[in-house]
């Protein structure tokens, strides 16, 4: 994956908490970043409710949590400065994953004009607070309906190669992204709504939201090297044949039936599915891909999920 030399990087969607310390709570529930991390096949990485939790909703069992108490900003200050040209997307996964953030914002806003509302991502370290309750780096990416923001702790993309054996890449951490604001886009359009919290299974409305969230990264990633900037130029240069290898690599290793088997028990239980097979999110990433047509990622119309 190659990024244009030259062009501004807005770094305005990103804040950068990383470093910040903070009191938990709030409710809501988080959407999880396609089973990616040590909770695996958990899509409610929310570990206090309202009313609910070991320590009673008061967030008091997960410590200090990196958030922003009231009147307060996130320091984008070192971002800034480090990510002045979109050609330090190349060099710095920081700036690329901007300029994977800006690239897949336009591409919602060309897509769906008036009905996509932009939204940040948040960058923390170890531990954050958000509207959906509090969360650990284990979480892995997530989206929180809540407060309409993607999180992401960066040390997770080295994870997902030392722990789940990827191949990694540029183009990788591009697609967990696109995953996750497609997650956002979910919940502007209502689809979430039709998915029972915590229903598990292969043919569950939580495996068809995951599986619709890959085929729309995929949507993405067919338009990428055309989407424009501000500038009338697209941020991304060159998308690779071995970087859609790559993401499908990714894909098939953060199947549940991969996690189960490989990370898990040992034992592969359908009836636990949370984001569909190895085999199911490569296949619906590449429906995306293949057709750059968000239309043809309708999970929920289909008795057929592969």
Avoid: K
Wanted: with cysteine; aromatic share 8%.
């Amino acid at each position: 994956m190659r990024y244009r030399e030259g062009g501004r990087l807005d770094t305005s969607s990103v804040q950068d908490r990383r470093g910040r310390g903070g009191m938990s709570g709030g409710r809501g529930i988080a959407v999880g970043g396609g089973g990616l991390g040590i909770v695996g096949l958990l899509i409610v990485v929310v570990l206090q409710l309202a009313g609910g939790g070991g320590d009673g909703g008061t967030g008091a069992g997960l410590g200090g949590l990196a958030g922003l108490g009231q009147g307060e900003q996130a320091d984008n200050s070192a971002l800034e400065q480090a990510c002045d040209d979109s050609g330090d997307a190349n060099t710095s996964v920081d700036c690329a994953v901007v300029a994977d953030i800006d690239s897949v914002q336009d591409y919602w806003t060309a897509t769906l004009g008036a009905d996509y509302r932009p939204t940040d991502t948040v960058f923390f370290s170890g531990q954050v607070q958000t509207s959906c309750g509090g969360a650990t780096s284990g979480s892995g990416p997530f989206y929180c309906p809540a407060d309409e923001l993607v999180y992401i702790d960066l040390t997770f993309f080295d994870q997902l190669q030392s722990q789940f054996g990827a191949e990694g890449g540029l183009f990788v951490n591009a697609y967990v992204i696109a995953h996750e604001y497609a997650h956002h886009v979910q919940n502007l359009l209502g689809t979430n709504r039709q998915v029972t919290p915590g229903e598990a299974g292969p043919t569950s409305g939580t495996v068809r939201l995951e599986l619709q969230a890959d085929c729309f990264a995929g949507a993405w990633a067919n338009h990428a090297e055309t989407v424009p900037d501000e500038s009338g130029a697209p941020l991304i240069a060159e998308i690779s044949q071995d970087d859609i290898d790559r993401a499908l690599d990714a894909a098939g290793r953060i199947g549940d039936d991969f996690i189960q088997e490989n990370l898990g028990s040992g034992t592969v239980d359908q009836d636990a599915f949370t984001h569909g097979s190895s085999e199911q999110r490569q296949q619906w990433f590449m429906t995306g891909y293949e057709t750059g047509d968000p239309s043809r990622c309708d999970t929920f119309a289909t008795d057929d999920l592969g």
